[in-house]
C-alpha cells in the first residue's frame, strides 16, 4: 500500500525557516520524481518544486526560486524541502506528491499524494 506522508510545518514568524519531509513507502522510490505543491485558502493548488529521481535535478518556479531547495533521501525513502526567507504569502498547506514521469509541476502526472501540512507564516 502506498503512503504519502508530509510533516514538519508549523507556525512561523516572517524570514525564518521551515524544513518539511514526505515520507514515501509502497514502491520504488528511486524510480518515481516527488514534487511539492501548496494551497492557500481560496487559490488554487500551486507547484512549487519538484526532483527527479535518476539524477537529483531539480525546479522551482519564480515564486519559491532561491528560498526553497529540495532534496532526497533514498536510504530514509524522504524527500525534504527546505524554505527560508519565508514571507506571509507562503502561508498555505503543503502537499508531497509521487510521478513516474520525474521532474515536473503538472497536477495530473501525479499518481500518489499525501494529506498536506499546514505552514503559517506570521508575526
Known amino acids: 500500500q502506498v503512503q504519502v506522508v508530509e510533516s514538519g510545518g508549523g507556525l512561523v514568524q516572517p524570514g525564518g525557516s521551515l524544513r518539511l519531509s514526505c515520507a514515501a513507502s509502497g514502491f520504488t522510490f528511486d524510480d518515481y520524481g516527488i514534487g511539492w505543491f501548496r494551497q492557500a485558502p481560496g487559490k488554487e493548488r500551486e507547484g512549487i518544486s519538484c526532483?527527479?529521481?535518476?539524477?537529483?535535478?531539480?525546479y522551482y518556479p519564480d515564486s519559491v526560486k532561491g528560498r526553497f531547495t529540495t532534496s532526497r533521501d533514498s536510504a530514509k525513502n524522504t524527500v525534504y524541502l527546505q524554505m527560508d526567507s519565508l514571507k506571509s504569502e507562503d502561508t498555505a498547506v503543503y502537499y508531497c506528491a509521487v510521478t513516474s514521469v520525474q521532474c515536473t509541476l503538472v497536477r495530473g502526472f501525479f499518481n500518489w499524494w499525501g494529506r498536506g501540512t499546514q505552514v503559517t507564516v506570521s508575526s
Open positions: 526532483i527527479s529521481s535518476t539524477d537529483g535535478s531539480t
